[in-house]
């Protein structure tokens, strides 16, 4: 196909562009979002505000309290005295890896993420609030508490192996990250009613699909982080438009430029065919016996020969759509050649 590669190179463009033009209205939407949602400390006025809202429900609030889970809380792995409700472990396999330019260089790997969480409430003296499905928040900060790297001891076997195969571990690296209990968090998202409880208070992920954060920043430095992702959309925006403008102006100059080509190659050959005719019209004049006429259209004048056969039987408009065997001897045709009788 023609222009193939331009038009691949444009779609893959303009897939990126699209892409990054929704993550910067996204961004947008986020940021207006946070900036409209109002600002709430737990405290026990909550729940009537919340009833003097449509569906007991507040669409959009930013709510801040200490953290403590409801159950038993998550202990750490290395460190039991601290707890928390949402713990992440991330295992990581450093290698050494001999790059294809043949120098080794260092790389790392995750093998594992695991995360774990358990109910739990922000609160403010003896008034909470539950927060649901923390992991479905777009922000969530957790804190690490462990991060151990166990490097490996190889033998010798493994350095010969790791020579061969082109790479060696070089240790493996636990992270345990953790929202810890007592750490105050601002949650953004919806507020409403519990269904299980009507005295208490639950805060989820929006329904209209708006993000959700469980934050320690304050609301001013989450604007700030947003609007910085907004920024590197917009430049990204910036970029992959331009990029997309360029080649589709390489294309159509290139469809203009084949354009021109084709009229002038359709001039060349309109005027080729009136040259043809008037030589054709004063052969007539001489009246042609029948056997000087194109043995396929009878009309013409024989003015092509057939090679390597010789035989002189065709005009040209049928030689250019009877090319491939002779008429006459039936021989396969090579090359045609134009004749002109003095
Ligand atoms: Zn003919
Ligand atoms: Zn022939």
Redesign the pocket.
């Given at each position: 196909m023609e222009y193939l590669s331009e038009f691949i190179a444009l779609g893959i463009d303009s897939i990126i562009f699209g892409i990054c033009l929704k993550q910067h209205f996204y961004c947008n939407r986020s940021i207006n979002a946070v900036k409209g949602a109002e600002f709430y400390e737990v405290n026990n006025n909550l729940i009537n505000i919340v009833e003097q809202n449509k569906d007991n429900k507040i669409k959009y609030v930013a709510i801040r309290g200490a953290v403590q889970s409801i159950d038993t809380p998550i202990y750490g792995i290395h460190n039991k005295v601290i707890t928390g409700v949402i713990h992440k472990l991330t295992l990581k396999e450093h290698l050494v890896v001999r790059t294809s330019s043949g120098y080794w260089s260092d790389q790392e790997h995750t093998m594992q993420e695991v995360y774990n969480c358990v109910p739990f409430v922000i609160k403010r003296g003896k008034h909470e609030i539950e927060v649901t499905n923390s992991l479905a928040a777009e922000v969530l900060d957790l804190e690490t508490i462990s991060d151990i790297f166990e490097a490996s001891a190889p033998s010798f076997v493994d350095y010969v192996w790791g020579f061969f195969t082109g790479h060696r571990q070089r240790g493996l690296q636990t992270t345990e990250e953790m929202l810890k209990e007592g750490s105050i968090i601002t949650v953004i998202g919806e507020l409403t009613k519990s269904s299980s409880n009507h005295n208490s208070l639950v805060l989820q992920p929006p329904g209209d699909g708006t993000s959700y954060y469980l934050t320690t920043m304050s609301i001013s430095s989450l604007l700030r982080k947003l609007d910085d992702q907004r920024k590197v959309y917009k430049w990204l925006c910036l970029i992959f438009g331009t990029i997309g403008l360029f080649i589709a102006g390489i294309l159509v100059r290139r469809y203009l430029k084949d354009k021109e080509k084709q009229k002038l190659a359709n001039e060349l050959r309109k005027s080729l065919e009136q040259s043809r005719k008037e030589r054709r019209q004063r052969i007539r004049e001489t009246n042609l016996s029948r056997d000087q006429l194109c043995v396929i259209c009878m009309t013409n004048p024989q003015e092509i020969i057939?090679l390597p056969?010789?035989?002189v039987c065709l005009c040209i408009d049928c030689s250019m759509n009877y090319t491939s065997t002779?008429p006459?001897?039936r021989?396969t045709v090579t090359q045609t050649n134009p004749v002109f009788f003095p």
């Open positions: 057939l056969c010789g035989h002779c006459i001897c021989e």
